[in-house]
């Protein structure tokens, strides 16, 4: 494992800057600048290299009003084993869906929800399709 002191030397090394110092306080700048960006709940994005995202909880509980639910519950009941056909091909899911979409009770729920999704200690990290690609970089 490498830590400041290593990248400092191999960006030297890489750059124009010939300075150990310098390089040391922009490297040390920019990673509490990724820090407050992660507390603060942003990710950060190196085109061609990597993803940081800071991970959330998932929101518990219905995102329709009681009313709604109720419906959505008693038409899964009647149609539970026919499949996805049942849903796709049936008017009455669909008029039940776009109820739901216009009542200001449901909406005030999913925002409820939104609301109620925390950010976690955990970081999620995913590399681009061409990091591990040799070559020039952008």
């Excluded at 729920?109 to 950010?119: D, E, G, M, R, T």
């Amino acid at each position: 494992m490498i830590g400041i002191q290593q990248i400092t030397s191999e960006v030297n090394k890489k750059s124009k800057i010939n300075s150990t110092e310098t390089t040391k306080k922009v490297i040390t700048a920019f990673l509490e600048v990724a820090k407050q960006k992660l507390i603060q709940g942003e990710s950060i994005n190196f085109k061609g290299y990597f993803t940081l995202k800071r991970t959330t909880t998932k929101p518990q509980g219905n995102k329709n009003c009681d009313e709604h639910r109720k419906e959505l519950d008693k038409f899964k009941q009647t149609n539970k084993g026919k499949g996805i056909a049942a849903y796709t091909k049936s008017n009455v899911f669909r008029n039940l869906v776009a109820k739901t979409r216009i009542c200001a009770k449901c909406k005030g729920k999913k925002q409820q929800l939104a609301k109620s999704v925390k950010l976690t200690n955990r970081i999620n990290f995913k590399v681009s399709k061409d990091f591990w690609k040799v070559g020039k970089r952008r």
